[in-house]
Structures are given as structure tokens and as C-alpha cells.
């Protein structure tokens, strides 16, 4: 069946990247995304990448697509205690119906 | 600046309480969805909507029913609330099912049944 994995803890300091790995069973995602909740709120689109791209840059997030082993990684450069959240990985489940979700990464940043 | 929004933010209510959770969006999006977020933070999909009259049932088995009898309005209703309801509720739309925009979600209902 879909399945979205992730890790579900990362601690970093601030300043150093931040690497989160996430792996999806649905090969034909047009669209992979990653999302971030903060404490008592909803969820906030972040990035997205595109299946037929391997990297997607944008300011201080990179996301990188390895099709063929379906992982899917978001490094955050710089890391700072704002970025303290949960970040989820999503695809389309394969009804076209919905997004499905990882159970999401904690990253604690501390100073 | 959200654009989708969900009243109330916390809710506690007693067993047998019938309630209803609110969700509108001012995007014009036609599909529309409803999330329940466990204590581990993993997300379900409980509920969908293409459109005014259409309703559809998520991966999650769900208690709850939904109305889409307005594009911008897709409330949640739990006839008889029960302990084993309390969770998280995320409403989100979007306009395209595969499209680049994703999902807007709005900031959530925290409800407890005590």
C-alpha cells in the first residue's frame, strides 16, 4: 500500500544544516512536497518539487530527488531556532484523491 | 495572511455532545478536506470534496460526517461526540489535484470530549 516514511527526531545546533529524509512507495507522484507545522498551528507549504527534477533550490532549502530509490531529502542551511517544527514529506496517493503524509521529523534546533 | 480559516481553535465538550466544526476558505478553491492529526502527529485523511454536493469518505474510517452545500464552506459534524474523538482536526483545499500550489491548511481545531 502508500506508505510515506520518515525519521521522526533530529536535533542540530544552530548554524549547522539540517538534513530530513523521507521515503514513498508511489512512483508515478508527479509532485512530492514538504510541509512544516509549528506548535498549535496548522500546516505550511514550504516546497515542492517536480518528479522529473532531481534538485530544487530555494534560499536556504534544498531539496533533492532520488527517483529511483524513491527518497526524497530537504536540507535547511544555517539552521536557525525559527526552524524549530515539524516538517512532513507528501505525495498524491495513488487515487489522485489526496495528499498523503509522512508522521513527521521533529527538528529541535538549539542555540 | 490565511486564507482558509477554522473556528473554534480548542473545543472541549462533554460525551454525547453533538458539534460542529467550521471551515471556510475565501481562495474560490473547488476541493476542500479534512485531516485528523493523532497525538504522534500523523496526519489522516477523513473526509474530501470536489465541489458543492460532492462528499467522499478518506483513508481513515471516520465517524464524522461532512456538507458541501457551499464552495467556500465545508463543515465537519460529529453527531455524538465520544472520548475517543479527541484530536486534532485540519480542514485544507486546493485547486488542482496534482497541481503545484499544494494545500492550503488552515490553522486547526483542537477538540477534547471529556
Known amino acids: 500500500g502508500e506508505d510515506v516514511e520518515q525519521s521522526l527526531f533530529l536535533s542540530v545546533r544552530e548554524g549547522d544544516s539540517s538534513v530530513i529524509n523521507c521515503t514513498y512507495t508511489d512512483s508515478s507522484s508527479t509532485y512530492l512536497y514538504w510541509y512544516k507545522q509549528e506548535p498549535g498551528a496548522g500546516l505550511q507549504l514550504l516546497t515542492y518539487?517536480?518528479?522529473?527534477?532531481d534538485m530544487k533550490q530555494d534560499q536556504r532549502l534544498t531539496v533533492l530527488l532520488n527517483k529511483k530509490d524513491k527518497h526524497l531529502s530537504l536540507r535547511i542551511a544555517d539552521t536557525q531556532t525559527g526552524d524549530s517544527a515539524i516538517y512532513f514529506c507528501a505525495e498524491i496517493n495513488q487515487a489522485g484523491t489526496a495528499l498523503i503524509f509522512g508522521k513527521g521529523t521533529t527538528l529541535s534546533v538549539s542555540s | 495572511e490565511a486564507d482558509i480559516y477554522q473556528t473554534p481553535r480548542y473545543l472541549v465538550i462533554g460525551t454525547g455532545k453533538k458539534i460542529t466544526l467550521e471551515c471556510s476558505q475565501t481562495?474560490?478553491?473547488?476541493?476542500m478536506y479534512w485531516y485528523q492529526q493523532d497525538p504522534g502527529m500523523e496526519l489522516h485523511l477523513i473526509h474530501y470534496s470536489y465541489g458543492v454536493n460532492s462528499t467522499e469518505k478518506g483513508d481513515l474510517s471516520s465517524e464524522s460526517t461532512v456538507s458541501r452545500i457551499r464552495t467556500e464552506h465545508f463543515p465537519l459534524t460529529l453527531e455524538s461526540a465520544r472520548p475517543s474523538h479527541t484530536s486534532q482536526y485540519l480542514c485544507a483545499s486546493s485547486e488542482f489535484d496534482r497541481g503545484v500550489d499544494g494545500y492550503t491548511f488552515g490553522s486547526g481545531t483542537r477538540l477534547t470530549v471529556v
Open positions: 481562495m474560490g478553491h473547488d476541493k
Open positions: 518539487i517536480f518528479s522529473n527534477m
